[in-house]
């Protein structure tokens, strides 16, 4: 009865030790410890009833007798219990202290954070002081300023940029259908000293402040005009550049025309020419245009809409009988009409933005038709080379304003056209190395 008792009273020390380490320990020292200590104290709480559950007796004999059983020594043990501490006043002692130190690293790890989060806030107030005191100075230097000084090339770069923007409006003033009136001619030679006895300008176009680009597909070369039309300078290409438009102020694309079909991007950058990124077409490349970061390329039978990054975005317009009859083409300034031009068919198709067909113009007067080009005004011009006439069409492509110089190109009919809004007038390849320049009133 005696031992039972005792065995009770080991087993409940057991338990409430574990509570009490449960409760008041492992909610504030750290996991591993908790898990130590409670290891601890359950090992030796199950020692002790162990040792009072174990019979006293042990069959030696049978023992020695077991398979691959070996023991030099059995102790009793009734005494082997003799030497556990029962002391629970001595654990419970070693408990609180251990719970002290705990508390006391708490309590240093807390002060130790608190401390460099004040740091930290008094630091940053102290760099976002010192930067607002620097913007606050900046400020206040520029609105003491009251001008910028004598500088030229900003007042340069304003006017450009004015102007460009006031082309642009044109169209929103109603100015796409006025007609066009030359007043006066003049021929410029645009070759140079490595050219041979042929060219083929296939395609120009001019920047806002009046540069010209000329893509020539024989000599493999594009040419910066200046605004007397003298060239200034050069680039050589790796395929036959073909057409050629306008992206920024600055940069245009032109297609390189070889086994493989390429969209060479160049830039303009103080009157030099400076090839930039290329990416490849999987067809032909008979027109290009652009507007607002789309490039629209016809490829003799179709007509797609690309990202300027070169990722094919859709195909707007195919010939319906699948015939060569999508040639070059132009865009709007507003966006929502594109040109197209049938050298074959000798025709004029206007599309809406979605590539419906809206009109279709033919006239006697244009007679193969090889390039368009539309003013930043949204003046619709067309050149025929067999007819050798230049025709302004209103905007929605259905009628004919004016035709001009009819019968005045000798052998060699209109090969590319483009207008300049800086000079007012309109520029036309011709010839070997030829472009006629026509001032507008």
Known sequence: MKELKQRNVYKIVRRVTQRHITNNF?????RRAAACLGEQTRRLGDQMVDAESTPRTIDVVKLRGSRNFQCNKVNNITELSKTLSTDLQELSVRLETLMEEIKSLLSRHKASVQSLN??????MDFVIERISVNINTT????????????CKELCFITSMKC???IQQAFTVLGKSDQRLTLQGEFNRNVSIRSDSQTSGISGMCVL??????????VT??????NQQYEVVSHCD??????VICQITPSKAAVALIGHTVWVQFITVTERQIVPSRTFQLEHTCTGIAHHQGDLFISSGFELYKYALSGRQMCRLYEDPLGELTVDKCAVSPSGDKLYIISCSKNTLLT??????TLAKYTDQELLHPLDLHVTPAGQVLVCGWRSQTILQVDCKGERKLATFAQNVWDAWGPQAVCYSSTASCIIVAQGVFNILVYRVK
């Open 208 to 217: 806002p402040d009046g540069l010209i680009l000329i893509a020539d597909s």
């Open 163 to 165: 102007k460009y923007i």
């Open 220 to 225: 493999k070369t594009v040419r910066l005009l």
């Open 26 to 30: 492992l909610g504030i020292m750290p």
């Open 139 to 150: 400020l206040d230097e520029h609105e003491n300023s009251n001008t910028i000084g004598d």
């Open 118 to 123: 004040r740091t930290y806030r008094e630091h």
């Open 351 to 356: 599309l809406a933005r979605d590539g419906n």
């Open 237 to 242: 290409v790796i395929s036959c550049p073909g």
